[in-house]
C-alpha cells in the first residue's frame, strides 16, 4: 500500500512538473524571433492555410531540436566552433534571403491579384526558418537541463514526454496564432499598411541576420 501511495505520488509531482515545463514553453515560443515574425507576415499575407502549414513547418523542425536537446546533442553543438559557426552562417544567410524576399516584394507593383503561392512553400519556409536557426537547439537545451534530472529518477515515459509538450504545444500554439491573425480588422490594417509593415519585417530579419553573424566574433 505504502508503495502504491508513493508511486502515486511521484506520478503527480511528474505531472505538475510536466505542467510547469509546458508553461515555460509556451512564453518561450511566443518570444520574438525569425520564426513568430515569419509566421506572423504570413498569416496576414498569404491566409490562414499558408499560415497553419508554416506552423506545422516550424513544428517540425523543433521534433528534430527537441530530439537533439533531449538526447544531449545540443552539448556537443554548442562546444563545437566549428558546427555552431557553420549553422549561423547558414541561418544568417537563409534569414536574409527571406529579408530580401520581403523588401522585393514590398516594392513590387500591384497586379490587382494574389500571387499564386504554392501549396508546400509556406511548410517549407517554416521547416528552413527553424531548422537553420543554431540557437533553438540551445535554448531548448537551457531550458530542459532542470527538467532532465537523472534518467534513474525519472519514469520511462518522462523523456518523451518532455518532447512531446515541446513539439505539440508548438504545433498548436503557432497555428491557433495563424487563425487568430485572420481576424478582418487585424487583416484590414494590414492591407493598408501593407508595404510598410513587409519593409519592416525585412528590415528586422536582416537585424537577426546580422545578430546571428556578429555573434560569431
Not at 515515459?157 to 487563425?179: E, K
Not at 485572420?182 to 537585424?207: H, M, N, P, S, T
Request: net charge positive; with cysteine.
Amino acid at each position: 500500500m505504502d508503495g502504491s501511495l508513493a508511486n502515486e505520488d511521484v506520478a503527480m509531482d511528474g505531472l505538475i512538473e510536466l505542467a510547469a515545463f509546458a508553461g515555460i514553453m509556451a512564453l518561450a515560443q511566443f518570444s520574438p524571433g525569425p520564426d513568430m515574425l515569419l509566421l506572423t507576415r504570413t498569416a496576414l499575407a498569404e491566409g490562414r492555410a499558408a499560415g497553419v502549414r508554416m506552423a506545422l513547418g516550424i513544428a517540425s523542425g523543433l521534433a528534430l531540436h527537441a530530439t537533439l536537446a533531449v538526447g544531449g546533442v545540443s552539448l556537443a553543438v554548442r562546444q563545437s566552433a566549428g558546427v555552431r559557426t557553420a549553422l549561423a552562417w547558414l541561418g544568417a544567410a537563409y534569414l536574409g534571403w527571406l529579408a530580401w524576399r520581403l523588401a522585393r516584394e514590398a516594392f513590387a507593383p500591384a497586379s490587382g491579384r494574389a500571387p499564386a503561392v504554392r501549396p508546400g512553400h509556406a511548410y517549407l519556409r517554416g521547416l528552413m526558418c527553424n531548422l537553420l536557426n543554431p540557437k533553438v537547439v540551445v535554448a531548448l537545451a537551457a531550458i530542459l537541463v532542470p527538467f532532465l534530472g537523472d534518467p534513474g529518477q525519472r519514469p520511462a515515459w518522462w523523456r518523451p514526454a518532455l518532447w512531446a509538450v515541446i513539439v505539440g504545444q508548438a504545433a498548436l500554439l503557432w497555428s491557433l496564432w495563424a487563425c487568430l491573425l485572420q481576424v478582418d480588422r487585424l487583416r484590414r490594417a494590414y492591407e493598408r499598411a501593407k508595404r510598410g509593415i513587409d519593409l519592416l519585417f525585412a528590415a528586422v530579419l536582416a537585424g537577426l541576420a546580422l545578430w546571428l553573424v556578429v555573434g560569431l566574433g
